[in-house]
Protein backbone atom coordinates (compact mmCIF):
# COMPACT_ATOMS: atom_id res chain seq x y z
CA UNK A 1 0.00 0.00 0.00
CA UNK A 2 1.19 3.37 -0.64
CA UNK A 3 -0.05 5.30 1.93
CA UNK A 4 2.79 7.05 4.05
CA UNK A 5 0.96 9.06 6.84
CA UNK A 6 -2.15 10.78 7.48
CA UNK A 7 -2.12 15.04 7.91
CA UNK A 8 -4.24 17.21 9.78
CA UNK A 9 -6.08 19.97 7.72
CA UNK A 10 -5.90 22.02 10.90
CA UNK A 11 -1.95 22.88 12.14
CA UNK A 12 -0.35 20.11 10.06
CA UNK A 13 0.82 17.93 11.86
CA UNK A 14 1.56 14.23 10.36
CA UNK A 15 0.78 10.75 12.06
CA UNK A 16 1.42 6.85 11.25
CA UNK A 17 -1.19 5.50 8.95
CA UNK A 18 -3.47 3.21 11.35
CA UNK A 19 -6.85 2.09 10.34
CA UNK A 20 -8.55 3.79 13.81
CA UNK A 21 -6.43 6.92 13.50
CA UNK A 22 -9.50 9.14 12.68
CA UNK A 23 -8.45 13.10 13.40
CA UNK A 24 -5.53 15.00 14.98
CA UNK A 25 -4.51 14.48 18.45
CA UNK A 26 -4.06 18.20 19.06
CA UNK A 27 -7.18 20.05 17.03
CA UNK A 28 -9.53 16.96 18.21
CA UNK A 29 -12.52 16.74 16.07
CA UNK A 30 -11.74 19.86 13.88
CA UNK A 31 -8.81 18.23 12.97
CA UNK A 32 -9.85 16.47 9.80
CA UNK A 33 -6.75 14.23 8.53
CA UNK A 34 -5.95 14.01 5.09
CA UNK A 35 -4.59 10.68 4.04
CA UNK A 36 -1.02 11.06 2.15
CA UNK A 37 0.64 8.84 -0.78
CA UNK A 38 4.08 7.81 -2.01
CA UNK A 39 2.91 8.51 -5.63
CA UNK A 40 6.01 6.52 -6.77
CA UNK A 41 5.37 3.62 -4.96
CA UNK A 42 1.66 3.76 -7.29
CA UNK A 43 2.03 1.46 -10.19
CA UNK A 44 -0.89 2.07 -12.34
CA UNK A 45 -0.86 3.05 -16.01
CA UNK A 46 -3.53 3.37 -18.66
CA UNK A 47 -2.31 0.85 -20.38
CA UNK A 48 -3.22 -1.28 -17.50
CA UNK A 49 -6.78 0.44 -17.12
CA UNK A 50 -7.77 -0.42 -21.09
CA UNK A 51 -6.51 -3.84 -20.03
CA UNK A 52 -8.13 -4.48 -16.39
CA UNK A 53 -11.75 -6.09 -17.07
CA UNK A 54 -12.80 -4.85 -13.58
CA UNK A 55 -15.67 -2.21 -13.98
CA UNK A 56 -16.02 -1.36 -10.54
CA UNK A 57 -14.15 1.05 -7.65
CA UNK A 58 -11.65 -2.00 -7.16
CA UNK A 59 -9.84 -1.38 -10.55
CA UNK A 60 -8.21 1.54 -8.90
CA UNK A 61 -7.40 -0.43 -6.19
CA UNK A 62 -3.72 0.90 -6.26
CA UNK A 63 -5.08 4.24 -5.13
CA UNK A 64 -6.97 3.25 -1.98
CA UNK A 65 -5.96 3.61 1.51
CA UNK A 66 -6.27 -0.83 1.65
CA UNK A 67 -3.76 -3.53 2.06
CA UNK A 68 -3.86 -5.86 -0.79
CA UNK A 69 -4.92 -8.56 1.50
CA UNK A 70 -7.53 -7.20 2.93
CA UNK A 71 -10.76 -8.45 2.12
CA UNK A 72 -13.74 -6.25 0.45
CA UNK A 73 -17.62 -6.40 0.03
CA UNK A 74 -18.69 -8.01 -2.89
CA UNK A 75 -21.27 -5.63 -3.54
CA UNK A 76 -20.64 -4.20 -7.07
CA UNK A 77 -19.71 -0.27 -6.41
CA UNK A 78 -18.89 2.52 -8.92
CA UNK A 79 -18.30 2.42 -12.85
CA UNK A 80 -21.79 4.36 -12.84
CA UNK A 81 -23.12 5.98 -16.12
CA UNK A 82 -21.38 8.99 -17.60
CA UNK A 83 -24.02 10.20 -19.93
CA UNK A 84 -23.67 12.52 -22.84
CA UNK A 85 -26.39 15.24 -23.06
CA UNK A 86 -26.11 16.09 -27.17
CA UNK A 87 -29.06 18.65 -26.68
CA UNK A 88 -26.63 20.78 -24.99
CA UNK A 89 -23.98 19.93 -27.61
CA UNK A 90 -27.01 21.24 -29.76
CA UNK A 91 -27.89 24.36 -28.00
CA UNK A 92 -24.93 25.91 -26.02
CA UNK A 93 -22.17 24.21 -27.72
CA UNK A 94 -20.93 22.52 -24.72
CA UNK A 95 -20.50 18.97 -23.71
CA UNK A 96 -22.41 18.22 -20.61
CA UNK A 97 -21.88 14.59 -19.35
CA UNK A 98 -24.20 13.52 -16.23
CA UNK A 99 -22.60 10.61 -13.69
CA UNK A 100 -25.40 9.01 -12.32
CA UNK A 101 -23.67 7.70 -8.95
CA UNK A 102 -27.66 6.97 -7.83
CA UNK A 103 -26.88 3.77 -9.49
CA UNK A 104 -24.65 2.10 -6.64
CA UNK A 105 -26.01 -0.73 -4.89
CA UNK A 106 -27.86 1.75 -2.20
CA UNK A 107 -28.37 4.35 -4.74
CA UNK A 108 -26.25 6.75 -3.54
CA UNK A 109 -22.04 7.61 -3.89
CA UNK A 110 -22.24 7.05 0.09
CA UNK A 111 -21.28 3.14 -1.35
CA UNK A 112 -18.49 4.34 -2.51
CA UNK A 113 -16.86 5.40 0.95
CA UNK A 114 -19.06 2.50 2.72
CA UNK A 115 -16.72 -0.14 0.35
CA UNK A 116 -13.40 1.11 1.92
CA UNK A 117 -14.67 1.92 5.60
CA UNK A 118 -16.25 -1.91 6.07
CA UNK A 119 -13.07 -3.04 4.84
CA UNK A 120 -10.89 -0.28 6.95
CA UNK A 121 -13.31 -2.01 9.96
CA UNK A 122 -12.26 -5.35 8.90
CA UNK A 123 -8.45 -4.21 9.24
CA UNK A 124 -9.14 -2.67 12.62
CA UNK A 125 -10.40 -6.23 13.58
CA UNK A 126 -13.67 -4.06 14.50
CA UNK A 127 -16.52 -6.21 15.23
CA UNK A 128 -18.83 -3.57 14.88
CA UNK A 129 -19.71 0.00 12.80
CA UNK A 130 -21.34 3.05 13.89
CA UNK A 131 -22.07 6.10 11.55
CA UNK A 132 -24.43 9.05 11.98
CA UNK A 133 -26.06 10.68 8.74
CA UNK A 134 -28.67 12.59 7.41
CA UNK A 135 -29.90 9.02 5.77
CA UNK A 136 -27.59 7.97 2.50
CA UNK A 137 -24.59 7.05 4.53
CA UNK A 138 -26.46 5.14 6.76
CA UNK A 139 -28.44 3.23 4.44
CA UNK A 140 -24.90 2.73 2.56
CA UNK A 141 -22.88 1.04 5.25
CA UNK A 142 -26.23 -0.90 7.15
CA UNK A 143 -25.82 -2.34 3.16
CA UNK A 144 -22.43 -2.97 3.45
CA UNK A 145 -22.02 -4.13 6.97
CA UNK A 146 -24.76 -6.69 6.09
CA UNK A 147 -22.47 -7.87 3.05
CA UNK A 148 -20.12 -8.87 5.21
CA UNK A 149 -21.12 -9.68 8.49
CA UNK A 150 -20.16 -6.55 10.47
CA UNK A 151 -22.94 -5.00 13.20
CA UNK A 152 -24.10 -1.85 12.84
CA UNK A 153 -25.35 1.19 14.55
CA UNK A 154 -26.66 4.19 13.04
CA UNK A 155 -27.15 7.48 14.44
CA UNK A 156 -30.14 9.54 12.41
CA UNK A 157 -31.97 12.48 12.82
CA UNK A 158 -35.38 12.80 12.88
CA UNK A 159 -36.47 14.21 9.54
CA UNK A 160 -34.87 11.28 7.12
CA UNK A 161 -36.68 10.27 4.72
CA UNK A 162 -39.08 7.08 5.33
CA UNK A 163 -37.11 5.09 2.20
CA UNK A 164 -33.77 5.58 3.90
CA UNK A 165 -34.97 4.77 7.17
CA UNK A 166 -36.83 1.36 5.21
CA UNK A 167 -32.79 0.85 4.02
CA UNK A 168 -31.90 0.55 7.34
CA UNK A 169 -34.33 -1.51 8.92
CA UNK A 170 -34.54 -4.38 5.96
CA UNK A 171 -30.67 -4.69 6.54
CA UNK A 172 -30.74 -5.24 10.08
CA UNK A 173 -28.88 -2.26 11.21
CA UNK A 174 -29.64 -1.20 15.05
CA UNK A 175 -31.13 2.11 14.19
CA UNK A 176 -31.05 5.22 16.65
CA UNK A 177 -33.56 7.60 16.18
CA UNK A 178 -31.79 11.00 17.57
CA UNK A 179 -34.83 13.45 18.25
CA UNK A 180 -32.62 16.30 17.08
CA UNK A 181 -30.45 17.83 14.34
CA UNK A 182 -27.88 15.81 12.23
CA UNK A 183 -25.43 17.52 13.90
CA UNK A 184 -26.29 16.48 16.83
CA UNK A 185 -26.22 12.91 16.19
CA UNK A 186 -23.06 13.13 14.64
CA UNK A 187 -21.61 14.29 18.25
CA UNK A 188 -23.41 11.42 20.04
CA UNK A 189 -22.11 9.25 17.33
CA UNK A 190 -18.78 10.17 17.42
CA UNK A 191 -18.89 9.55 21.62
CA UNK A 192 -20.16 6.47 21.58
CA UNK A 193 -18.73 5.00 19.04
CA UNK A 194 -15.35 5.86 21.20
CA UNK A 195 -17.02 4.43 24.54
CA UNK A 196 -18.20 1.53 23.08
CA UNK A 197 -14.89 0.38 20.73
CA UNK A 198 -17.16 0.49 17.39
CA UNK A 199 -15.65 1.46 14.20
CA UNK A 200 -16.21 4.87 13.09
CA UNK A 201 -17.92 5.61 9.36
CA UNK A 202 -18.46 8.95 9.37
CA UNK A 203 -17.50 10.39 6.61
CA UNK A 204 -16.35 13.77 7.73
CA UNK A 205 -14.33 12.24 10.37
CA UNK A 206 -12.93 8.76 9.41
CA UNK A 207 -10.73 10.29 6.29
CA UNK A 208 -10.13 6.75 4.87
CA UNK A 209 -13.79 7.30 3.76
CA UNK A 210 -12.98 10.46 1.36
CA UNK A 211 -10.55 8.34 -0.45
CA UNK A 212 -13.58 5.74 -1.48
CA UNK A 213 -15.20 8.24 -2.79
CA UNK A 214 -12.38 9.78 -4.91
CA UNK A 215 -12.51 6.60 -7.12
CA UNK A 216 -15.65 9.11 -8.75
CA UNK A 217 -13.01 11.40 -10.16
CA UNK A 218 -11.17 8.54 -11.45
CA UNK A 219 -14.08 7.09 -13.51
CA UNK A 220 -14.94 10.44 -14.71
CA UNK A 221 -11.70 10.67 -16.16
CA UNK A 222 -11.41 7.46 -17.61
CA UNK A 223 -15.11 7.53 -18.88
CA UNK A 224 -14.53 10.77 -20.66
CA UNK A 225 -11.83 9.22 -22.62
CA UNK A 226 -8.63 9.44 -20.34
CA UNK A 227 -9.45 13.65 -20.58
CA UNK A 228 -10.23 15.62 -17.44
CA UNK A 229 -13.63 17.75 -17.95
CA UNK A 230 -13.60 21.85 -17.20
CA UNK A 231 -15.95 21.51 -14.74
CA UNK A 232 -17.61 19.33 -12.21
CA UNK A 233 -20.84 20.29 -10.44
CA UNK A 234 -21.43 18.40 -6.44
CA UNK A 235 -23.36 19.37 -4.30
CA UNK A 236 -21.90 20.37 -0.62
CA UNK A 237 -23.20 19.21 2.62
CA UNK A 238 -19.94 17.71 4.96
CA UNK A 239 -18.17 18.40 1.67
CA UNK A 240 -16.61 14.93 1.60
CA UNK A 241 -17.53 14.30 -2.02
CA UNK A 242 -16.23 17.63 -2.79
CA UNK A 243 -13.09 16.96 -0.58
CA UNK A 244 -13.23 12.97 -2.62
CA UNK A 245 -13.34 14.25 -6.12
CA UNK A 246 -10.46 17.31 -5.73
CA UNK A 247 -8.43 14.47 -4.57
CA UNK A 248 -8.83 11.78 -7.52
CA UNK A 249 -8.27 14.52 -10.23
CA UNK A 250 -4.91 15.39 -7.67
CA UNK A 251 -4.19 11.84 -7.67
CA UNK A 252 -3.94 10.92 -11.25
CA UNK A 253 -1.89 14.72 -11.72
CA UNK A 254 0.84 13.17 -9.41
CA UNK A 255 0.95 9.89 -10.74
CA UNK A 256 1.17 11.49 -14.31
CA UNK A 257 -1.77 10.36 -15.60
CA UNK A 258 -2.90 14.15 -16.75
CA UNK A 259 -1.60 17.33 -15.95
CA UNK A 260 -4.52 18.86 -15.29
CA UNK A 261 -7.42 19.79 -12.55
CA UNK A 262 -11.05 20.45 -13.45
CA UNK A 263 -12.44 23.93 -11.64
CA UNK A 264 -14.88 22.36 -8.86
CA UNK A 265 -17.99 24.03 -8.32
CA UNK A 266 -19.85 23.64 -5.18
CA UNK A 267 -23.50 24.06 -4.83
CA UNK A 268 -25.28 24.39 -1.88
CA UNK A 269 -29.16 25.14 -1.00
CA UNK A 270 -29.32 29.19 -0.19
CA UNK A 271 -31.01 28.18 2.97
CA UNK A 272 -28.12 25.96 4.36
CA UNK A 273 -25.37 27.61 3.10
CA UNK A 274 -22.47 27.69 5.04
CA UNK A 275 -19.67 27.10 2.86
CA UNK A 276 -20.81 29.23 0.15
CA UNK A 277 -20.54 32.00 2.53
CA UNK A 278 -17.28 30.65 4.20
CA UNK A 279 -15.39 31.04 0.87
CA UNK A 280 -17.04 34.26 -0.07
CA UNK A 281 -16.11 36.14 3.68
CA UNK A 282 -13.14 33.83 5.19
CA UNK A 283 -14.85 33.24 7.97
CA UNK A 284 -16.74 30.22 9.14
CA UNK A 285 -20.11 30.82 10.84
CA UNK A 286 -22.60 27.72 11.75
CA UNK A 287 -26.25 27.69 10.56
CA UNK A 288 -29.32 25.42 11.94
CA UNK A 289 -30.66 25.85 8.23
CA UNK A 290 -33.28 23.73 6.34
CA UNK A 291 -33.87 22.46 2.99
CA UNK A 292 -35.81 20.05 1.01
CA UNK A 293 -32.55 18.33 0.10
CA UNK A 294 -32.47 16.57 3.48
CA UNK A 295 -28.72 14.94 2.67
CA UNK A 296 -27.41 18.57 2.61
CA UNK A 297 -29.09 19.53 5.00
CA UNK A 298 -25.67 20.42 6.93
CA UNK A 299 -25.41 23.80 9.22
CA UNK A 300 -21.75 22.42 10.55
CA UNK A 301 -20.21 20.60 7.81
CA UNK A 302 -17.68 18.45 9.14
CA UNK A 303 -15.42 18.51 6.30
CA UNK A 304 -15.41 22.09 5.48
CA UNK A 305 -11.33 22.68 5.37
CA UNK A 306 -11.09 19.75 2.74
CA UNK A 307 -13.80 21.12 0.90
CA UNK A 308 -12.92 24.79 0.92
CA UNK A 309 -9.38 23.74 -0.21
CA UNK A 310 -11.00 21.64 -3.14
CA UNK A 311 -12.93 24.62 -4.23
CA UNK A 312 -9.74 27.26 -4.00
CA UNK A 313 -7.39 25.28 -5.54
CA UNK A 314 -9.45 23.84 -8.07
CA UNK A 315 -10.65 27.63 -9.42
CA UNK A 316 -14.05 26.48 -8.46
CA UNK A 317 -16.46 28.16 -6.37
CA UNK A 318 -19.44 27.53 -4.15
CA UNK A 319 -22.78 28.94 -5.30
CA UNK A 320 -26.68 28.47 -3.56
CA UNK A 321 -29.97 27.44 -5.19
CA UNK A 322 -33.10 28.01 -3.67
CA UNK A 323 -35.53 25.38 -2.82
CA UNK A 324 -37.34 26.10 -5.68
CA UNK A 325 -34.81 25.72 -8.15
CA UNK A 326 -34.64 22.37 -6.17
CA UNK A 327 -37.95 21.11 -6.71
CA UNK A 328 -37.80 22.36 -10.59
CA UNK A 329 -34.62 20.03 -11.16
CA UNK A 330 -36.48 17.26 -9.41
CA UNK A 331 -38.97 17.16 -12.32
CA UNK A 332 -36.78 19.16 -14.71
CA UNK A 333 -33.81 16.88 -14.79
CA UNK A 334 -35.38 13.19 -15.38
CA UNK A 335 -38.03 14.91 -18.40
CA UNK A 336 -34.81 15.84 -20.06
CA UNK A 337 -32.42 13.04 -19.12
CA UNK A 338 -34.05 9.82 -17.79
CA UNK A 339 -32.11 9.76 -14.81
CA UNK A 340 -34.78 10.57 -11.35
CA UNK A 341 -32.18 12.01 -8.53
CA UNK A 342 -33.54 12.42 -5.27
CA UNK A 343 -32.95 16.32 -4.10
CA UNK A 344 -29.57 16.84 -3.07
CA UNK A 345 -29.50 14.25 -5.95
CA UNK A 346 -30.20 16.87 -8.46
CA UNK A 347 -29.17 20.34 -6.20
CA UNK A 348 -25.67 20.27 -8.89
CA UNK A 349 -28.14 19.63 -11.61
CA UNK A 350 -29.90 23.00 -10.21
CA UNK A 351 -26.65 24.33 -10.14
CA UNK A 352 -25.70 23.83 -13.51
CA UNK A 353 -28.48 25.07 -14.71
CA UNK A 354 -28.38 28.52 -12.76
CA UNK A 355 -25.03 29.03 -14.23
CA UNK A 356 -26.37 27.95 -18.25
CA UNK A 357 -28.90 30.68 -17.22
CA UNK A 358 -26.46 32.96 -16.34
CA UNK A 359 -24.52 32.40 -19.20
CA UNK A 360 -21.62 31.17 -17.35
CA UNK A 361 -21.23 27.98 -19.22
CA UNK A 362 -19.03 28.58 -22.33
CA UNK A 363 -19.21 26.99 -25.89
CA UNK A 364 -16.86 24.39 -26.34
CA UNK A 365 -16.73 23.44 -22.25
CA UNK A 366 -16.42 19.99 -21.10
CA UNK A 367 -18.82 19.69 -17.86
CA UNK A 368 -20.06 16.83 -15.21
CA UNK A 369 -23.23 16.86 -13.21
CA UNK A 370 -22.46 14.81 -10.52
CA UNK A 371 -26.05 13.04 -8.84
CA UNK A 372 -25.21 11.65 -5.86
CA UNK A 373 -28.49 9.89 -5.00
CA UNK A 374 -31.37 7.94 -6.72
CA UNK A 375 -34.96 9.82 -6.87
CA UNK A 376 -36.54 6.61 -5.17
CA UNK A 377 -34.98 7.54 -2.14
CA UNK A 378 -37.56 10.30 -1.75
CA UNK A 379 -40.47 9.98 -3.14
CA UNK A 380 -42.30 12.10 -0.77
CA UNK A 381 -40.19 15.00 -2.37
CA UNK A 382 -40.79 13.93 -5.90
CA UNK A 383 -44.49 13.12 -5.60
CA UNK A 384 -44.88 17.00 -3.96
CA UNK A 385 -43.58 18.85 -7.04
CA UNK A 386 -45.95 16.70 -9.50
CA UNK A 387 -49.67 16.75 -10.21
CA UNK A 388 -51.26 13.83 -9.43
CA UNK A 389 -53.83 12.98 -11.85
CA UNK A 390 -57.81 12.34 -10.57
CA UNK A 391 -59.11 9.16 -11.07
CA UNK A 392 -61.71 9.30 -13.65
CA UNK A 393 -64.84 6.87 -13.60
CA UNK A 394 -64.09 3.64 -15.71
CA UNK A 395 -66.46 4.00 -18.93
CA UNK A 396 -64.90 3.66 -22.30
CA UNK A 397 -66.56 6.87 -23.48
CA UNK A 398 -65.69 9.07 -20.59
CA UNK A 399 -61.92 7.32 -20.54
CA UNK A 400 -61.84 8.12 -24.28
CA UNK A 401 -63.02 11.41 -23.69
CA UNK A 402 -60.52 12.13 -20.60
CA UNK A 403 -57.48 10.64 -23.14
CA UNK A 404 -58.64 12.61 -25.99
CA UNK A 405 -58.33 16.20 -24.30
CA UNK A 406 -55.30 15.31 -22.83
CA UNK A 407 -53.28 14.13 -26.13
C1 LIG B 1 -24.15 12.81 1.31
C2 LIG B 1 -24.80 13.34 0.10
C3 LIG B 1 -24.43 14.57 -0.47
C4 LIG B 1 -23.41 15.48 0.15
O1 LIG B 1 -22.16 14.89 0.29
P1 LIG B 1 -21.10 15.50 1.34
O2 LIG B 1 -19.95 14.63 1.19
O3 LIG B 1 -21.76 15.41 2.67
O4 LIG B 1 -20.85 16.90 0.95
C5 LIG B 1 -25.07 14.98 -1.61
N1 LIG B 1 -26.03 14.22 -2.18
C6 LIG B 1 -26.40 13.03 -1.67
C7 LIG B 1 -27.48 12.27 -2.36
C8 LIG B 1 -25.80 12.55 -0.52
O5 LIG B 1 -26.21 11.39 -0.02
ZN1 LIG C 1 -4.08 19.31 14.06
Redesign the pocket.
Known sequence: MAVVGMKCMKCGKEFPPAADRYVCDTCGIDGILDVLYDYSRVKLTRADLERNPDRSLWRYRPLLPLAPTTPVSPLHVGWTPLYHLPRYEKSHGAHILLKDDGRNPTA???DRASAVGVAKAVEAGAKAIAAASTG??ASSLAGFAASIGLRTFIFVPKRAPKAKIAQLLVYGATTIVVDDTYDRAFELSVEISRRLGFYNRN?AYNPYCVEGKKTVAYEIWEQNGFQVPDKVYV????????SGIYKGFYDLVQIGLTNRMPRIIGVQAATCNPVEVALRTGVFTPQSGNTIAD??A?GIPR?RLKAMRALRESKGDCISVTDEAIKRALVEMPRQTGVFG?P??VTAWAGFQKDLAAGAIAKGETVVVLI??NGLKDIESAISVCTSPTPVPPDLATVEAHVRQLA
Open positions: SLKNACSIGDGCITSIVNEAGTG
